[in-house]
């Protein structure tokens, strides 16, 4: 992986897993909501072959494009259910394929199901292959419309990261205080117990302790931003 100096842009692979076709497509998230077109393209498989040939195949693929590119993270389509269990399969199995590629790398992987990937680019969770396909063109700038869709929706992936991973960011870091700030009260409420002899503490107590885990939240600098 690239050791990156605070404000260099983060590199994203996305990978759009599929036996026959499996999307690949790089973008660059820069300031604010910028992003760059790097890479796209799709890697193949001869349906006659072996699936455990079939998996090399792609898994070779995404191999080169890591090492071609150097992302700091790959985001991955989440397989979600289908009628045809057989797709399913398969695209499972591509899926953890192409995460024990990152794995390998020391690249970490992010999931988003395919309507987070759609109301990220356009806005709308339910929106077709198309309207995907002519929002990425716009927001990357393309001349002319990848192709086949899966390489499109490679693209979808990574810019979807590019947009959500903040997000993600904040909503963990957020979660992680509030572990914290409730520890913090259970530990004080037990401490005010053993100080009454093991008897409950008041409420009145109750309200000071968490008062004190309050105060020393924002004295460590982990409050609300």
Known sequence: M?????GDAVRVLGVDPGLTRCGIGVVEAGAGRTVGFVDVGVAR???????ERRLLTVADEVERWVARHR??????????????VRTVMGTAQVSGVVALVAARAG????????SEVKAAVTGEGRAG???V????????????????????DALALAICHCWRSPMIDRMAQAQARAEELAAVHRARLAEAQRERGGARPSAAQQWAAARAAADARSAGGWGAR
């Not at 498989?45 to 699936?51: A, I």
């Open 2 to 6: 690239r050791i990156r100096g605070e």
């Open 45 to 51: 498989s001869e349906p006659g072959l072996p699936l």
């Open 71 to 84: 992302p700091d993270v790959i985001a991955v389509e989440r397989v979600f259910s289908q009628n045809n």
């Open 107 to 114: 690249l970490p992987v992010a999931f988003h199901t395919p």
């Open 129 to 131: 292959k198309a309207q």
């Open 133 to 152: 396909t002519a929002m990425v063109t716009r927001l990357l700038g393309l001349d002319t419309p990848p192709k086949p869709a899966d390489a499109a």
